[in-house]
């Protein structure tokens, strides 16, 4: 029997116009979509046209459907576990939503919300925020990798829910609080550093003292150490080179220096004045019982000057001289160098010794 196609929609054969009719051939035709299949022939073997093949399609569209896990949530009053689903274990993107809200009634589904902002009202169980704009949240427990622009970024927060990035400094930048800038913090060098205190720990004697606490003596400034019988190899120490020539009164700061050096030729007689710093007093920092030597280096012409009068911290000290003898002048075209030994004896009482050499 020929058959012809009839329909677009669900593609199936009919009989030939021109055959004998015969209904159950017809039939057989529309329903298979050929002449002659065998309802006992296997299922797979349906020919590729016809109502039956379709109806076959759909049953196994929906049993798959059926036994596919779902992606878009379920509701249920306790958490599923692995054997709840088939293919056995929770697939990504299952969301389970507890049904024991206060709707009036049990949901039957989640309910997404799509908004800018979170909602703050109307909040029951079952209830599924999307965000819209997640550069809004202000509560996002995740920082995306963008924010991030180079080595050493620092995330830091700049006000409330807010942060901001902060670059990394150079080599050897500490980090420091600064509330004039946007995120209270930034990269500069340590300046904060305050001298270490030995207090009273002893060094035996014949000891070498090269650190103290892990720090060199060449790095940190120690204020007034105390070490019994240390052994110093080769201590260093500052001088104070002035270009300028001595006349009035020069003010010896222990603080700069121990030795002092002016360069240019004295132009007259002049005042030492010896204190540690011009806000902190000698007596200040001195205990009684200790002594420092100051060092004056003068510079003299063809008319010599020298260092007429002696104070500590502005007051006058009467000096006690080398050889008993007071200095009544200068050496002519000379370098001469004092030495002034400074005794506290008792608060704000000093004793000074003195001694004048020449250098030509």
């Not at 703050?120 to 990798?145: E, H, L």
């Not at 400094?169 to 609080?177: E, H, I, P, R, Y």
């Not at 240390?230 to 010896?252: C, D, M, R, W």
Request: glycine share 10%; proline share 5%.
């Amino acid at each position: 029997m020929a058959v012809e196609d009839i329909g677009v929609l669900v593609p199936t054969k009919i009989p030939g116009l021109a055959d004998a009719a015969d209904i159950q051939e017809a039939l057989r035709v529309y329903h298979y979509g050929g002449s002659g299949y065998e309802a006992t022939s296997a299922q797979t073997s349906l020919p590729a046209v016809g109502i039956a093949r379709t109806l076959l399609e759909i049953q196994d569209d929906i049993t798959d459907l059926e036994n596919r896990p779902s992606s878009g949530g379920d509701v249920d009053t306790t958490a599923p576990v692995a054997g709840d689903f088939t293919p056995s274990g929770i697939p990504n993107g299952y969301i389970w939503v507890d049904e024991d809200g206060t709707l009036g009634g049990a949901p039957t589904g989640a309910t997404a919300v799509f908004t800018n902002s979170a909602p703050t009202s109307s909040i029951t169980t079952g209830t599924i925020w999307v965000d819209k704009d997640s550069t809004t949240i202000t509560a996002n427990p995740f920082v995306p990798t963008s924010t991030i622009n180079a080595k050493g970024d620092l995330l830091v927060g700049s006000a409330n829910d807010s942060i901001v990035t902060l670059s990394a400094g150079t080599n050897g930048q500490v980090l420091k609080a600064n509330s004039a800038t946007t995120s209270g913090l930034e990269w500069g060098t340590d300046n904060s550093y305050s001298a270490p205190t030995i207090g009273s720990t002893s060094i035996a004697s014949g000891a070498t003292v090269t650190t103290i606490a892990g720090l060199t003596l060449t790095s940190p400034t120690l204020n007034i150490p105390a070490a019994n019988y240390a052994v110093l190899k080769s201590p260093e120490e500052k001088f104070n080179v002035v270009a300028s020539a001595a006349t009035g009164t020069i003010n010896i700061d222990m603080e700069t220096a121990g030795i002092w050096y002016y360069t240019s030729e004295a132009t007259a007689n002049h005042t030492l004045n010896f204190r540690y710093n011009s806000s902190v007093t000698l007596n200040n920092s001195l205990a009684t019982g200790d002594a420092i030597t100051f060092v004056w280096m003068n510079t003299n012409g063809v008319t010599p000057y020298y260092p007429s009068a002696i104070t500590v911290d502005g007051s006058s000290v009467t000096p006690k001289f080398q050889n008993g003898t007071a200095f009544s002048a200068g050496n002519a075209s000379s370098i001469d160098i004092y030495t002034y030994t400074v005794l506290k004896t008792g608060n704000a009482a000093f004793t000074v010794f003195a001694g004048q050499t020449k250098f030509a």
